[in-house]
């Protein structure tokens, strides 16, 4: 992947992370959250996280200090 897919695909997920946060908000806040579900969620967000992070990674050069 060059760093044009990289970026794109960082903002891609950058967005669905934003969308499991407002999810699983709205979820816990009713009257029976559905466990089951949020934790779904809250696993899928985690997925999104570290590959965010490694798209990050991808994009900043490593510098040895």
């Known amino acids: 992947m060059n760093p044009e897919e990289i970026t794109q ?3 891609l997920l950058r967005v669905e992370h ?3 946060d407002a999810a699983i ?3 816990g806040t ?3 959250p559905d466990q089951l579900q ?5 696993k899928r ?3 999104l996280r570290d590959e965010i992070a490694w798209c990050e990674d ?3 050069p ?3 200090a």
């Open 9 to 11: 695909r960082l903002e």
């Open 18 to 20: 934003r969308d499991l």
């Open 25 to 27: 908000i709205a979820l």
């Open 30 to 32: 009713a009257t029976t």
């Open 38 to 42: 949020l934790a779904r969620l809250k």
């Open 45 to 47: 967000k985690l997925r």
């Open 58 to 60: 991808q994009l900043l």
């Open 62 to 64: 490593d510098i040895i």
